[in-house]
């Protein structure tokens, strides 16, 4: 994952794309969830009003 044009982490994807890292590379909430069906990864936004990150 890049962040600021570095490396922010580097690793198999349950590492990576973790809540905490997505959360503060894009500034915005969110939630990384298993997708029902194949069991990737769903990302969603956090709705309501904006956090401070």
Same mark, same amino acid.
Request: aromatic residues 2%; charged residues 20%.
């Given at each position: 994952?890049? =962040?600021?044009?570095?490396?922010? #982490?580097?690793g198999?994807?349950? !590492?990576?794309? !973790?809540?905490?890292?997505? !959360? =503060? %590379?894009?500034? $915005?909430? %969110?939630? /990384? @969830?298993? $997708?029902?069906? $194949?069991?990737? =990864? @769903?990302?969603?936004? /956090?709705?309501?009003?904006?956090? #401070? %990150?």
């Amino acid at each position: 994952m890049l =962040a600021g044009g570095r490396v922010l #982490a580097d690793g198999p994807v349950e !590492t990576v794309l !973790t809540a905490e890292l997505l !959360t =503060a %590379v894009y500034r $915005h909430p %969110v939630e /990384v @969830l298993g $997708h029902p069906e $194949h069991g990737g =990864a @769903l990302i969603l936004p /956090v709705r309501g009003p904006r956090r #401070a %990150v």
